[in-house]
């Protein structure tokens, strides 16, 4: 999801972007637009995952296959939120590049992803367990866990609903002319 960001990037270097912005459409629509169609791509390798995961015999309840769809939206759009936010500030595809991976890699491992939260409780680490806790990654994956399941874990929605919101709101203040970034 964040990485569907490096198009605007792309976009931007090459002028298209520019020529996209003077269309006769608010700019959080196009915002809106770029950040829906790159969820939409991740939606569908989820479901791509999944099956390759079902081949393995790694399996979910099928009901969760319904249920993870939203969860995955979600997580999606916060992710590639964050990811319009920072093509809002880097002005190169090289740079880009780098800097997502400073970004996806400590997000990706000081979250639940490898290991559930409470297993950080049962080995001892509570400092990390408080520091994935306030990572916004740990709550798209808790968010999506849970929603395989078929539960909902309201805490991760609210976290993973506000960044998401809070992102897009900045990247859409990043891209207004007057400001200069976009």
């Known amino acids: 999801g964040m990485l569907s960001s490096l198009a605007l990037v792309y976009d931007r270097e090459m002028g298209m972007m520019r020529v996209l912005l003077t269309a006769p459409l608010p700019r959080w629509f196009l915002l809106l637009a770029k950040l829906l169609a ?32 939203p969860a995955v939206l979600a997580a999606g759009l916060m992710l590639g939120s964050v990811g319009l936010l920072l093509a809002v500030h880097v002005r190169q595809m090289e740079n880009f590049a780098g800097a997502m991976n400073f970004v996806i890699f400590p997000m990706f491992f000081v979250s639940s992803a490898l ?12 400092w990390l367990y408080w520091l994935a806790l306030c990572n916004p990654f740990t709550h798209a994956v ?3 866990r849970f929603a395989a399941y078929g539960q909902l874990n309201l805490l991760s929605l609210a976290v993973v609903a506000a960044t998401g919101g ?17």
Request: net charge negative; aromatic share 18%; glycine share 10%.
């Open 38 to 69: 790159g969820t939409m791509l991740s939606l569908i390798l989820v479901y791509v995952f999944l099956l390759l995961a079902w081949v393995f015999e790694a399996r979910i309840p099928w009901a969760g296959w319904l249920t993870v769809a």
């Open 115 to 126: 290991f559930p939260l409470w297993k950080f409780l049962d080995a001892g680490v509570v």
């Open 142 to 144: 808790e968010l999506v």
């Open 166 to 182: 809070l992102a897009f709101i900045a990247a859409i203040a990043g891209y207004d002319p007057a400001s200069g970034l976009g």
